[in-house]
Nanobody, 126 residues
Framework: QVQLVESGGGLVQAGGSLRLSCAAS????????MGWFRQGPGKEREFVAA????????YYADSVKGRFTISRDNAKNTVLLQMNGLKPEDTAVYYC???????????????????WGQGTQVTVSS
């Protein structure tokens, strides 16, 4: 198993930036494909970004493409989500997730992930 803890959320004005961090502990972190999801108020949880086990492949939801960047540091057991150009519609609880499926691929559905963090709140004011 792997345990995930997110940090870095907060309140920011529209156009601002935040960097979310996900710290992993437990079994070999570098074997896992990782993802970020979010759930806004009154909305279902949605995919944000995914990264393969080496970090060589990434994929983004259309709504964040060009503004958000996912990366990982396997030596530090950490996944980052750099968020620039934030908009009020980005307001949500952001979750980090790890998949037991093959780490070489990317996954966009929440049922493809097996381990989840507790989430960190991001609020973007207009």
């Amino acid at each position: 198993q792997v345990q995930l803890v997110e940090s870095g959320g907060g309140l920011v004005q529209a156009g601002g930036s935040l960097r979310l961090s996900c710290a992993a502990s437990g079994r070999s972190f570098s074997n896992y494909a990782m993802g970020w999801f979010r759930q806004g108020p009154g909305k279902e949880r949605e995919f944000v970004a995914a990264i393969s086990w080496t970090g060589s492949s990434t994929y983004y939801a259309d709504s964040v493409k060009g503004r958000f960047t996912i990366s990982r540091d396997n030596a530090k057991n950490t996944v980052l989500l750099q968020m620039n150009g934030l908009k009020p519609e980005d307001t949500a609880v952001y979750y980090c997730a790890a998949s037991d499926l093959s780490g070489r691929w990317l996954y966009t559905r929440d049922h493809q992930y097996d381990y989840w963090g507790q989430g960190t709140q991001v609020t973007v004011s207009s």
